[in-house]
């Protein structure tokens, strides 16, 4: 390993050991690691073509992958031999860990659930690739100042990436707009605008190395020459227009999960990679199969959200105008090779395009597209119609061109059955299918927290890493208090750290015996923030009225980004930060509560923060949040849950047990009930004294003196239309946090309910989820190639 540390560093580099920076052994490290893979990587795609096997391809607007070198290291075994290499060169292998920006092309759960099935797909030998954009900016980078957030651009590709490897003989051209042509019963499009996409592969090998898949991300390019005519006439900007144009397509990541954003732009991009990909998949088939009727059975194609859905039209366009289908035979192709994971029933985040945009942007799929709304009505006669309203319905298109459709989460997954897709299931009773979300515990255990990792494979030896289930043995030390108070030191010893990591970064000193209470998440008034912030206010003024009575210490920590246009979650931002400039400041408070946000939330924070959790916010409106995948990575890392009824909240606390769950709030029946009374927020405020003095004080600007009328929309807002019914929840909410004060008291009850959140978690792997796709929508097999054992 050192020798091929340096050999990087000297013949891929061109640097000198002894002028080299920590950015260049990480560069290093990384192209070693590398290396590494390839072999194992040749040899699956090899054996994929042998075995004629089944490919599943992810199709996402988004990996959130965060850093690399950690996990690579952790996957090929090759942690310690990395570290004592870099020991022997002089090097901290900690710093140079630490020094790989975020690959952060996503913007929350959604992204990060495909990059924690791309280790999954790798780990059980399933053949797969992801696609998706190599956007030049990830998602933006977040300051406060003055407690407002400010975004700037981020920029992770400013460095070499050492894990990609760049393909430019891969290349298609995509075409947007220009005209169709119809004659003879043909059509023939005629783009009016045209830009390449080039392919970058990234190997994503699986645990224990066995197993290598690829993440193929694509730039966009000119397709045009350079203009050197006018370069030549001095006119540089028109020199170089095709390429700016081209390259707008790639350039950034929409900063927007939730809400429809970016119309045109977001539509190319959207069209970009999901063209560039369903013509890379048919090449490959093609290049080893002659007859495209036999795509389904070679190929599952998985659209993750409604993003890719112009997959279906794309693919049909492609069967019927270039491989000459009939049209009917090409949708009912497609729909066997396609599967649509819906990830919200938000109604702002449900993609509609006017049909006059669609129109132009790609006026051949808007013909498919009507073609197939007729398909479906002549089957299937009143049933939702994909174009309505002058606006064509991307859930609906991808509900009909999909032979499954899975939900997130068991509520979830009912949810959809009877809200948004409530028509389409009654005609389609046997395509909507559950797929609870699941994570890695590679890294969202084994590598993020040594501490808590190394005492359990001391405990219970190394195979829960492969399989999470064996945790399961742990629930016999419930008991041992010799046991729990390692446990207990482990989280001691992850808590001490962050709190050092507090003090640097934020300037504040806290309490590593204090309880540490997360919320770490997009910032979206569904996932209640605002409610959070609210008890923290609510529990000061009685540490104030009563200083001297037995309080439970806290640190209330907060993370997370608002989308730059949404007004409210920036308001929710400054108002966390005006009350903790005066929360921290306060000498009657002094160490029982501190209130904590770090800017920019990411990946490498959130696994800084989980493993130091006591306890884990999942305090969304029941009903909102489809599943939420962080509550199951604080569980497996020993934190309690405060959470609502609401995603996988539901079937964590089944697992773990409802007594070691602090559950509160109105369920997702309730909400909907609640919202029909009529002023139901106003007389909750009424009702609680509480909750009207916190109000009050926010209002009068208590936390803002410089601006007392700052947060008046933002409270008037609650008393007026509260949809997400923090008012309603208040109370029930700042009764569990007390109840969750007192059982944190008293130690060892808790350390005991905590270690069966980590020993019940085995079910939420993504092993779990990924065999689950696998067998009810990709019917491909999980081969045991990494020594795992099957499960499902
Ligand atoms: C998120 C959902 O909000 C979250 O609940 C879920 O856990 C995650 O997807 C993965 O399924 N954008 N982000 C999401 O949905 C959308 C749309």
């Not at 400013?158 to 990609?164: F, G, L, S, V």
């Not at 560039?276 to 290049?287: N, P, Q, T, V, Y």
């Not at 409802?658 to 009529?678: D, K, M, P, Y």
Request: charged share 25%; hydrophobic share 40%; glycine share 8%.
């Amino acid at each position: 390993m050192k020798e091929e540390i340096l050999r990087h560093l000297c013949k891929s580099l061109g640097k000198d050991a002894a002028h080299s920076s920590v950015h260049d052994w990480r560069v290093a490290l990384s192209l070693a690691l590398r290396d590494r893979m390839v072999d194992h990587w040749f040899r699956s795609t090899r054996e994929t073509y042998e075995t004629r096997a089944k490919r599943v391809y992810y199709l996402s607007m988004e990996f959130l992958i965060g850093r690399l070198v950690e996990d690579m290291a952790a996957n090929l075994g090759l942690v310690e031999e990395a570290r004592a290499a870099l020991t022997e060169l002089g090097q901290d292998y900690d710093a140079v860990v630490l020094n790989e920006p975020d690959a952060a092309l996503g913007n929350g759960g959604l992204g990060r659930l495909a990059a924690c099935f791309m280790d999954l797909l790798a780990s059980l030998g399933i053949p797969a690739y992801g696609y998706g954009i190599r956007y030049e900016h990830g998602l933006f980078k977040q300051d406060f100042v003055d407690g407002r957030q400010v975004e700037t651009a981020e920029t992770w590709l400013t460095q070499r990436n050492p894990w990609e490897f760049e393909r430019p003989e891969v290349q298609f051209r995509i075409g947007f707009g220009g005209h169709v042509d119809h004659h003879d019963g043909k059509a023939y499009w005629h783009p009016w605008e045209t830009v390449l996409a080039t392919a970058y592969d990234t190997p994503v090998v699986g645990w224990q190395g066995k197993w290598g898949n690829t993440l193929r991300l694509w730039s966009a390019r000119p397709a045009s020459k350079f203009d050197l005519e006018s370069f030549n006439r001095g006119d540089y900007l028109a020199a170089g227009r095709s390429e700016a144009l081209a390259r707008t397509i790639s350039r950034v990541l929409y900063p927007d999960d939730t809400t429809e954003a970016g119309k045109e732009l977001r539509l190319k991009q959207e069209y970009f990679f999901t063209a560039a990909s369903i013509m890379d998949l048919l090449r490959r088939f093609l290049s080893d199969h002659d007859d495209i009727r036999e795509l389904p059975q070679y190929v599952a194609i998985q659209l993750n959200d409604t993003h890719p859905a112009i997959a279906g039209p794309e693919l049909v366009r492609l069967m019927s105008d270039e491989h000459n289908l009939p049209m009917d035979e090409a949708i009912e192709l497609a729909r066997r090779c396609l599967g649509y994971t819906n990830h919200t029933l938000l109604p702002e985040a449900l993609e509609r395009w006017h049909v006059g945009l669609l129109g132009r942007v790609l006026p051949r799929h808007l013909e498919i597209i009507r073609a197939i709304d007729e398909d479906q009505q002549a089957r299937h006669p009143g049933s939702p119609r994909i174009l309505e309203h002058d606006h064509v319905h991307m859930g609906e298109l991808a509900f009909i061109m999909a032979h499954k459709v899975n939900g997130v989460s068991a509520l979830h997954t009912e949810l959809v059955k009877s809200t948004v897709f409530s028509d389409l299931h009654r005609i389609h009773p046997t395509r909507i299918v559950n797929q609870t979300n699941g994570i890695t515990p590679r890294r969202w255990l084994h590598t993020c927290n040594a501490p808590l990792s190394n005492l359990i494979t001391r405990e219970i030896g190394d195979g829960w890493v492969a399989d999470l289930e064996k945790l399961k043995a742990l629930n016999q030390r419930t008991g041992d208090r010799e046991f729990l108070d390692a446990f207990s030191a482990a989280k001691r010893q992850n808590k001490t750290e962050l709190a050092d990591w507090i003090a640097q970064t934020c300037g504040i000193a806290v309490d590593p015996d204090a309880m540490f209470d997360v919320q770490i998440k997009r910032i979206h008034e569904y996932k209640r923030q605002l409610m959070n912030i609210l008890e923290t206010v609510a529990l000061w003024n009685e540490m104030r009225d009563a200083p001297d009575a037995e309080w439970t210490p806290r640190v209330k920590i907060f993370g997370g980004k608002a989308a730059p246009g949404y007004h409210v979650a920036k308001q929710i931002i400054h108002l966390i930060n005006d009350v903790a400039r005066v929360i921290n400041n306060d000498p009657v408070t002094g160490d029982l509560l501190k209130v904590v946000f770090p800017a920019n939330y990411n990946v490498t924070m959130a696994e800084r923060l989980i493993p130091a959790a006591d306890l884990s916010e999942q305090i969304s409106t029941a009903g909102k949040e489809a599943s939420g995948t962080g509550n199951m990575k604080f569980a497996l890392n020993g934190a309690l849950t405060i959470g609502t009824l609401d995603g996988a909240n539901v079937e964590i606390r089944e697992h773990v047990g409802s007594e070691n769950f602090f559950l509160f709030g109105l369920t997702a029946r309730e909400v909907v009930e609640r919202r029909h009374v009529h002023g139901y927020a106003r007389a909750a405020i009424e009702a609680s004294p509480r909750l009207s003095r916190v109000l009050g004080q926010i209002a009068d600007g208590q936390f803002s003196p410089e601006d007392s009328s700052r947060y008046h929309g933002l409270v008037g807002g609650l008393y007026d239309h509260d949809y997400f019914l923090v008012t309603c929840d208040f109370d029930s909410y700042f009764d569990t946090q007390r109840r969750a004060d007192q059982v944190y008291r008293n130690g060892s009850n808790w350390a005991a309910m905590a270690l069966r959140n980590t020993a019940s978690m085995g079910w939420f792997s993504s092993d779990r989820t990924i065999r689950g796709y696998a067998r009810d929508i990709w019917q491909v097999d999980a081969v045991d190639r990494a020594g795992l054992e099957m499960t499902a």
